[in-house]
């Protein structure tokens, strides 16, 4: 026999490791296959395991389910079949189990009550609710009793007894007076966990109340109160209540003291069971006077402070989701001055079943294994039992595919028909779990669950999947094939995921195309389509830059943007993460964002972010915005002085730009009241100074902070401060002596400043004395700037100082200056002056000093007055404006060079001696001429271009010629673009030429021209200019139109106009016609010349010949010009139009000396002429 069980177990051991499970099949939640797969009911709600109603209410008895077909709903109630249809009362919820149960018709709640299991079925099998425990909240009322007064004596422990009555759920219960007035709980007076009041020791105020117990019943929402304890305290000595005091509550009385005792729990140790995740409520509650103190620990080891909670004042521990590890002992100690004693509390935890693996739904294919696993632990270990459609399972089962193992329930090659759902209730004293998982046996072909033929696009170099999702069972094999050619996708750049995913990777260019997959198993095949496009990167390559902005700037912040071409992007703004709204001060364009007006409101992050259909990028940067500072703040002196104070501020805020520094104002109200002045500037980190004042002042002060962007409004003014007089610290500056008149001398100095008073009555004390003769110091005092010494000396020397004072006394004096009295007219003139060396521009100049005494004043120069008398050209005449040139010589033979002199020219000269105000008699008067130079530049210089082949010149002669002209020179060369090249040519003129025309070699040819003009001493100054560019070609065909078709008609057509013109004179002629004449006789055709600025004169013949009616008379009346037509586009008037026509062909214009001479203002070109005739 025990061979025999040997072998079996050898033999089920092979098995199981020969066994092999299969993945289990997980159904995706597409919707149509969820309407066409057949599935077992599975439950989705149901009522608590514990199920209290309100009697008031109809009850509801939850149980909903889900399945394919559709389940149907059966209930048990105490284990037996409970037909609803026979009582009208209980309804059943169309589309679930859910039951109904009214009392609208009468009926009574308490006759439902009991144990309730919900069944769920359909063709593949029943699941089961967990069994739902109804009962009916209950609130009974208090039993009636009468309460006797309780006695006690002072200092004893008490307890009243609650004993609410029972309730469903249990009722909440509480103490209060009979006034419906709480009691106060504290050390000595508290509620226990049972409801009972438990006094630690009885003082006599407590019989001034009454003690009513109160239960309040959660479902009904009532309270009910127990008749109320009446207490009477015995004293050993008499009570009076205003005796009592809260730290001595006997109000001086002796009352006996007693050793800790507890009255809750009893005994030296107790034990409490508490279930796993419960709270755990453990209570030590003492009497003794004075009224003990409890404390709490626990035996081997500490409390766990983070889910332990000491209530009512220590006499309860509360700890919050008890595990297996806060079994043990707890020991509570109440002790007082007299002594302790201590409590063992003994914590047992146990636990009702819980999961450790809750069996899960199973699909599976035909032949493929599976299993169900069903662990769960428990205090003790709970029992596992296995059911199928709520029926226990055989074990050995008679299904060979079906094997229970314990906890677990292997399946060993499945079989259509095998669906079913099993239950597995595990269960021990304290509870039970039930849990319904079902196994479905499934076979369906191969599908595909997503889109057809997506396309898909991606960004360059990422990390792409594409996504096939399908569905068989059995699971089909999935393979991926590119542009259908190929072997399947797996390996390298690819790899192909268990879910029907093809990662590529690192997407690139040559990655695009159609990818297929296909899925296939033994019921079939099914494939579907992506189309793979790779993008460029969408990314930011101008990022947005942290900026510090004024206020009431602008602020621009730049993004600038590169992505694909194929993909739209759109840029947006946000400030802060949040959607930033536009407007006219916020603008957005292509590349960049524009804040006008900036103001605080604007500062923060401001993020950039660019969107394709696929990817995005961002970047941000902050704005800051900086403003002048507030004004400071609460301005306050102290430490006042003679002649300082200390000022204190509060900055204002600085508005993101540091103060730098701050400037300190005051106003005085005796000056220049109103006017605020500075008085110094302080580090921006300074808000305390000690200000320097000066006397005999009222000040007030304010302050001005000042940033990078500007200057804060000035702060509310200081409170005044008053200095004290003193006599003058300043001494008067600006000293001098100076004489007005000949004979006084005028002592000045710049007044004090205002806030150099220092006191009232401000006067100056002036001295002066003879320098160097001897003399006592003469003095005066005036309220002045200045005094004049008279009666002194002609230019004599002083010395002179000058004090100021006030009614506190002198200042300090000034340094002696030398002063002189008043300067009187030179005496003596220059003699003998004469030149010497007389050249083009200069001449030395000679002449003998004067007597330094008969300068009468300090000597400043010998002064030389010249002026141009004419010029030896003949006829060009001068200004004769005199001009000065002083010279400073105290030598014996002074001597000097008058320059800047006009070639060619007679001078006159005279010279004086100065003082400082007078200047003395002229000199002897010098005649001289100066020498030939060579001229100025020519008074203008111009080119004109008038044709193709040649450049017409004009110029006119000097301004200043510098003596007799003989000519002029003209040098000029080629330019080629901006280089110079070839040989210098040059060209000499008679003085009476100011033209040249020069021919040019070629139509583009330019020169630089250099024009100068000659006397006998040589060339003067050169006046350069180069030649203009000539036209475009386009402008250059145009001007030739002497070939154009178009050009030769419309000559022939006026020409044939002006022969019928003539035939039309003739025939009036012959009929005795007259003609029209001018008012000075027939005005002949004027012979052209040609003007040098290009336009046409005519000019009447010398011979003024009538006008001869034929037409030999008219041609013989036009001179023939030597140029061309195109010299004719090249006048002034002559031009072209836009159409390439030629206008003003036969406009004229009328020289000024003929047009002022003649009152007819007609033009007499050929065809006025013409119609004059007709």
């Known amino acids: 026999m025990l061979g025999q069980g040997r072998h079996a177990a050898l033999a089920l051991v092979s098995l199981l490791l020969s066994w092999r499970e299969a993945t289990p099949i997980e159904v995706p ?17 149901q009522s608590v395991k514990d199920y209290i109603v309100d009697p008031r209410d109809n009850i509801i008895i939850e149980c909903e389910a889900k399945g394919n077909p559709v389940p149907t709903f059966s209930w048990r109630k105490n284990r037996k079949f409970f037909n609803i249809a026979k009582d009208p009362r209980v309804t059943m919820r169309k589309g679930s189990g859910t039951l109904e149960i009214g009392f609208r018709s009468g009926g009574r709640p308490e006759d439902y009550e009991g144990e309730y299991q919900c069944f769920a079925k359909n063709d593949l099998g029943t699941a089961l609710s967990n069994k739902i425990l109804l009962r009916v909240s209950k609130a009974p009322l208090w039993p009636k009793e009468v309460l006797e007064p309780v006695v006690v004596t002072e200092g004893s422990p008490l307890v009243l007894l609650c004993n609410p009555p029972p309730g469903l759920p249990p009722p909440f219960t509480f103490w209060m007076t009979s006034g419906m007035s709480p009691i106060r709980q504290d050390k000595r007076v508290s509620m226990g966990l049972n409801g009972d009041m438990y006094f630690s020791n009885v003082i006599a105020r407590d019989a001034d109340t009454d003690y009513s117990c109160n239960a309040r019943f959660p479902f009904t929402h009532t309270i009910q ?106 020991v509570c100690m109440a002790n007082n001055h007299l002594g302790s004693i201590r409590h063992s509390i003994f914590v047992h935890v146990k636990a009702a079943p819980y999961w450790l693996d809750k069996p899960t739904d199973l699909v599976l294919a035909p032949d493929e294994n599976g299993r169900l696993v069903c662990r769960a632990n ?57 849990a319904n998982a079902f196994v479905s046996v499934l076979d369906m072909p191969p599908r595909m669950l997503g889109a057809k033929k997506q396309l898909i696009k991606v960004i360059e170099n990422n990390r792409t999947f594409l996504d096939c999702p399908f569905f068989g069972s059995p699971l089909p094999e999935l393979r991926w094939f590119k542009n259908g050619q190929g072997s399947g996708l797996d390996g390298g750049q690819y790899r192909a995921y268990i879910n029907g995913t093809l990662e590529i990777k690192k997407a690139r260019a040559e990655d695009e195309g159609t990818y297929t997959c296909v899925a296939s198993s033994i019921l079939g095949m099914a494939e579907n389509q992506v189309s793979l496009e790779v993008k460029e990167r969408t990314r930011i390559v101008g990022a947005p830059e942290h900026k510090s902005a004024i206020r009431g700037s602008t602020a621009r912040f730049t993004c600038k943007v590169k992505s694909d071409p194929s993909l739209p992007v759109t840029v947006t703004w946000t400030k802060d993460d949040k959607p930033l709204y536009l407007g006219w001060r916020l603008k957005k364009d292509e590349e960049s964002l524009t804040i006008s007006n900036v103001n605080e409101g604007d500062e923060g992050t401001y993020a950039c972010t660019v969107k394709s259909e696929i990817d995005q990028d961002s970047a941000s940067a902050r704005l800051t915005v900086l403003d002048r500072p507030d004004p400071p703040m609460d301005l306050d002196l102290s430490d006042p002085a003679a002649r300082s104070v200390r000022l204190t501020w509060i900055p204002g805020n600085d508005h993101r730009s540091p103060i730098t520094e701050f400037l300190v104002q005051f106003e005085e109200d005796r000056w220049e009241p109103g006017r605020w002045q500075n008085l110094s500037t302080y580090p921006g980190d300074f808000n305390s100074v000690i200000l320097q004042l000066a006397p005999f002042v009222n000040y007030q002060f304010r302050v001005i902070a000042i940033n990078t962007v500007g200057q804060s409004q000035p702060s509310r003014p200081s ?59 003469s003095n005066v005092t005036t309220e002045g700037s200045k005094h004049v010494v008279h009666n002194t000396d002609t230019y004599v020397p002083y010395e002179v100082k000058v004090q100021a004072r006030n009614e506190f006394g002198p200042g300090p004096e000034s340094n002696q200056v030398i002063g002189y009295s008043g300067e009187d007219v030179p005496t003596d003139a220059p003699t003998d002056l004469r030149v010497s060396k007389v050249g083009s521009t200069k001449a030395n100049i000679h002449w003998k000093p004067v007597d330094p005494a008969s300068v009468r004043g300090e000597f400043k120069e010998y002064k030389l007055y010249y002026w141009r008398e004419s010029s030896l050209v003949p006829g060009l005449l001068v200004s004769k404006e005199k001009r000065t040139k002083g010279v400073y010589s105290t030598a014996s033979e002074p001597s000097g060079i008058l320059s800047d002199l006009v070639p060619y020219s007679r001078y006159q000269m005279f010279m004086v001696v100065a003082n400082g105000r007078f200047e003395g008699p002229p000199s002897n ?31 006119d002669k000097p301004l200043e010629p510098n003596g007799i002209l003989i000519g002029y020179q003209l040098k000029y060369r080629i330019v080629n673009g901006s280089r110079v090249g070839g040989r210098t040519q040059l060209e000499t003129f008679f003085p009476n030429v100011t033209d040249f025309t020069l021919r040019l070699p070629d139509r583009s040819t330019r020169y630089n021209f250099f024009l100068s003009a000659l006397t006998q001493i040589g060339a003067g100054e050169v006046f350069a200019e180069e030649s203009p560019p000539f036209a475009n070609q386009a402008y250059i065909d145009q001007v030739d139109i002497a070939t154009q078709g178009w050009f030769i008609g419309l000559m022939c057509a006026i020409a044939l106009i002006i022969l019928i013109l003539l035939i039309v004179c003739f025939i009036k002629r012959s009929r005795g016609g007259k003609y029209p004449v001018r008012d000075k006789k027939d005005l002949p055709l004027d012979p052209v010349d040609q003007k040098e600025d290009g336009s046409f004169d005519y000019h009447s013949d010398e011979d003024n010949k009538p006008l001869q009616g034929s037409q030999t008379s008219l041609d013989g009346n036009v001179k023939e010009s030597d140029d061309s037509l195109v010299d004719y586009g090249e006048g002034g008037d002559g031009q072209f139009n836009e159409d390439g026509s030629f206008i003003g062909q036969y406009t004229v214009k009328k020289d000024k000396d003929e047009t002022e001479g003649n009152e007819s203002s007609e033009a007499t070109s050929p065809v006025n002429a013409i119609y004059s005739l007709a």
Request: proline share 9%; with cysteine; charged share 25%.
């Open 378 to 434: 428990g205090n003790p270990k709970p029992e596992i039992k296995w059911l199928m459609n709520g029926e226990p399972l055989e074990n050995p089962s008679p299904n060979p595919s079906r094997q229970v193992l314990g906890d677990t329930i292997i399946f060993r090659s499945v079989q259509m028909g095998g669906s079913a759902v099993y239950q597995c209730n595990a269960s021990n004293e304290h509870g039970y779990l039930l």
């Open 225 to 330: 109160q127990k008749n109320p304890f009446t207490l009477k305290v015995h004293t050993k000595e008499p009570y009076n209540d205003t005796s009592y005091n809260a730290t001595d509550p006997f109000g001086g009385r002796k009352v006996a003291e007693s050793t800790p005792t507890f009255l809750s729990p009893s005994g030296s140790q107790s034990s409490k069971m508490v279930l796993r995740d419960e709270h755990l409520l453990l209570e030590c509650i003492a009497a003794g006077l004075p009224t003990p103190t409890i404390k709490w620990f626990k035996k081997g080891g500490d409390l766990p402070g983070h889910k332990v909670k000491f209530e009512k004042f220590n006499k309860t521990l509360k700890m919050v989701s008890v595990s297996e590890e806060d079994d043990g002992e707890y």
């Open 29 to 45: 939640r597409d919707a149509r296959i969820q309407q066409e797969l057949k599935q077992p009911p599975t439950l989705v709600r």
């Open 925 to 955: 008067t010098v005649e001289f001429t100066t020498k030939e130079g060579v001229p100025d530049a020519p008074r203008f210089f111009r080119i004109n271009r008038r044709s193709f082949d040649s450049i017409y010149l004009e110029w």
């Open 719 to 777: 409170p005044r401060y008053k200095t004290s007089g003193a006599a003058p610290d300043a001494i008067p500056r600006g000293v001098r002596g100076w004489g007005s008149e000949k004979d006084n001398m005028e002592i000045s100095w710049e007044p004090l400043l205002d806030l150099e008073r220092n006191g009232p009555n401000l006067r100056y004390s002036v001295w002066w004395r003879r320098k160097d003769a001897g003399e006592e110091w």
